[in-house]
């Protein structure tokens, strides 16, 4: 929010009641390029920040295809995989708490994706995430999550290589990527020539009818 200009409150109000009528809290990204009038609704309203992320960018030309790792295979996500694939993410993000079963499912075929799921000596071991947004020339990656016990054996960077490859054959100028500041994630995209574009804040709103179970907060 905030980018083409200021901000209303009830533009502010709009959001709010497409999450309160689905009985969640309100996630809004904060852009350090945000026009200063949405800063000044946030916090009269109860936003607390849950979050910072680094946005980080790098130019496609010249992009080649990196073979991964020995023992090591990357294959786009298909109808008959698609369970699996959801599964080795959910896996691969375990350790920040259980997630619904299915959740990525619904997404894994979908038109200009970059899907993608890995394995290690045949066995699944870790899936990525992308979305192509043609008219603007640039690929987002994001759910990279590898299995712990097939982890620090290139399968992240298989994963990474190949979107970036994908995206470059289907026109992107740039690809962006959103990690935690300072991650193993971070490193990892800084080792493929990403840089860090601006950093971003995730704020959000709680309401108080929700119950507890209600207003659990995740990604």
């Known amino acids: 929010m905030g980018l083409n200009g200021p901000v209303t409150l009830d533009d502010v109000g709009r959001v709010e009641e497409f999450y309160r009528s689905r009985g969640v809290p309100c996630e809004i990204v904060l852009s350090p390029l945000a026009d200063p009038s949405l800063r000044e609704f946030l916090a ?15 130019p496609l030309e010249g992009c080649a295809l990196v073979p991964p790792a ?16 959801d599964r080795v993410i959910a896996q691969g993000f375990a350790e920040y708490g259980r997630l619904p079963e299915n959740l990525f499912a619904a997404f ?14 045949g066995e699944p071991a870790g899936g990525g995430m992308g ?12 759910g990279t999550a590898t299995v712990l016990e097939f982890r620090r ?16 054959q289907r026109g992107c100028e740039y690809a962006v990527v959103s ?11 800084e080792r493929r020539g990403f840089r860090v574009a601006y ?9 108080p009818e929700l119950s507890a179970e209600g207003q659990a907060h995740g990604h």
């Open 44 to 58: 009269p309203r109860g936003y607390r920040i849950t979050e910072f992320n680094s946005v980080l960018i790098r």
């Open 70 to 85: 020995d023992g090591i295979a990357v294959e786009r996500v298909t109808v008959e995989t698609e369970q699996i694939w």
């Open 108 to 121: 894994a075929t979908l038109p200009d994706s970059l899907n993608f799921l890995a394995s290690v000596d």
């Open 131 to 142: 979305a192509i947004m043609g008219a603007a020339g640039i690929a987002a990656l994001f």
């Open 153 to 168: 054996r290139g399968v992240q960077t298989a994963l990474i290589n190949r979107r970036l490859w994908e995206a470059s």
């Open 179 to 189: 990690t935690m500041p300072g991650s193993c994630s971070q490193r990892n995209m």
């Open 199 to 207: 950093s971003k804040i995730v704020m959000v709103r709680s309401w």
